[in-house]
C-alpha cells in the first residue's frame, strides 16, 4: 500500500524566513554598496593593490546578495501545477551561483597579482589612508557577518548561512590586506600584493566549496548519518511500526523528502495500515524540517 503524502508547509514559518533574509540581505547590500566604492576608490588613489582586490571582493559580495534576494523572493512561491514541491531548490540554485561568482573572481585576482609580482620594480609605495579604509572595512564585514549568521541561524536557512560565512571571508580577507599595507608601509613593498594573492586563494577556495554543495544538493545528496538516524528513530518509536527498509533522502533548499518503506503487522487492515502511516509521518513532519513523507506499508509477520 503505497500512501503519497500532500505537502504541510508551515505557511507562518514560511513567511518569517523570507522576511529575516530579505532584511539581513538588504542590510548586506547597503554595507557592501558603501565598502565596494569606498575600498576601489582609495586603493586606486593610494596605490594599494591589496585594497583593491578587497573592493572586488566586496563587489562580489553585492552581487551575490542579489542573487540571494533574487533566490529569497522565489522559493517562498508555493506548489503549483508545474512544480509539486514547491520552489525551495531556488535556495541551491542561489548557492550554485554564489559559488560560481566567487570562483570566478578568486582566480581572476590570483592570476592579476601574481602577474604584478612578477614585476616587483612597478609595485608603488601605499599611502596610509589605505591602511585606515581597510581596518574600517574589516569592522563593518565582522559586525555584518555576526548578525547575518545570527539570523541565518534562528530562520535555519543554509543559503543565509553560507551569506553569512561569505562575510566572514571578508572580514578575514580585509584582516590581510590590513597586514599588507602595513608591511608595505614599513618599506617591504611586496606585502601588499600578497595580500593581494591570499585574498584570491581564499576568494576561489570558498567559490569551489559553495559551488561544490550545491551540486551535490542538485543531485539528490541524502542528508548527513545524524540527521537519517533521527528520522529513523522517529520512525521507529511510532506505534505500530515493527521495523523499516528502504530510507531515502534528499534535499530540497533547506528541507528533506523522504521515501521509506515501513513494516507493521500482516494481519491489520488496509485503514489500520493507512493510519499507521499517518501516524509516522505525522511524528516526522513534527520533529523534523521535512517537506514530504512518502510511505509505503509492508505486511511482517511479528510472531518470527
Request: glycine share 6%.
Amino acid at each position: 500500500m503505497s500512501k503519497n503524502i500532500n505537502i504541510d508547509d508551515s505557511s507562518n514559518q514560511s513567511h518569517a524566513r523570507f522576511h529575516a533574509a530579505k532584511k539581513s540581505t538588504w542590510i548586506s547590500v547597503v554595507a557592501n554598496c558603501f565598502l565596494t566604492i569606498g575600498q576601489i576608490i582609495t586603493g586606486v588613489l593610494s596605490g594599494s593593490q591589496g585594497l583593491i582586490a578587497d573592493g572586488i571582493h566586496s563587489l562580489s559580495d553585492l552581487l551575490a546578495d542579489f542573487v540571494v534576494l533574487i533566490a529569497n523572493k522565489k522559493s517562498k512561491k508555493g506548489a503549483d501545477q508545474d512544480h509539486n514541491y514547491g520552489h525551495y531548490r531556488y535556495e541551491n540554485g542561489a548557492s550554485l551561483i554564489i559559488g560560481t561568482i566567487l570562483l570566478v573572481v578568486g582566480v581572476a585576482m590570483l592570476w592579476s597579482a601574481i602577474n604584478k609580482i612578477n614585476s616587483p620594480d612597478k609595485i608603488p609605495q601605499v599611502h596610509i589612508i589605505a591602511l585606515w579604509v581597510a581596518l574600517f572595512a574589516l569592522i563593518v564585514k565582522e559586525t555584518l557577518f555576526r548578525y547575518m549568521l545570527s539570523v541565518a541561524k534562528r530562520v535555519k536557512s543554509n543559503m543565509l548561512i553560507a551569506n553569512a560565512w561569505h562575510a566572514r571571508s571578508d572580514a578575514a580577507s580585509s584582516l590581510i590586506v590590513a597586514l599588507g599595507i602595513v608591511g608595505n608601509l614599513l618599506g617591504f613593498k611586496f606585502l601588499d600584493l600578497i595580500a593581494a594573492l591570499i585574498v584570491g586563494l581564499i576568494i576561489a577556495k570558498m567559490g569551489y566549496s559553495f559551488l561544490y554543495d550545491a551540486l551535490q544538493d542538485l543531485m539528490d545528496r541524502s542528508v548527513d548519518i545524524e540527521t537519517e538516524n533521527d528520522i529513523r528513530k522517529t520512525l521507529l518509536s511510532t506505534k505500530g511500526v515493527v521495523k523499516i527498509h528502504d530510507l531515502k533522502t534528499r534535499k530540497v533548499g533547506d528541507l528533506i523528502l523522504i521515501d521509506v518503506h515501513l513494516e507493521a503487522d500482516g494481519n491489520l487492515s488496509v485503514k489500520e495500515g493507512h493510519d499507521i502511516a499517518m501516524s509516522a509521518r505525522n511524528a516526522v513532519l513534527e520533529n523534523h524540517r521535512v517537506l514530504n513523507v512518502m510511505t509505503h506499508v509492508d505486511p511482517c509477520d511479528i510472531s518470527t
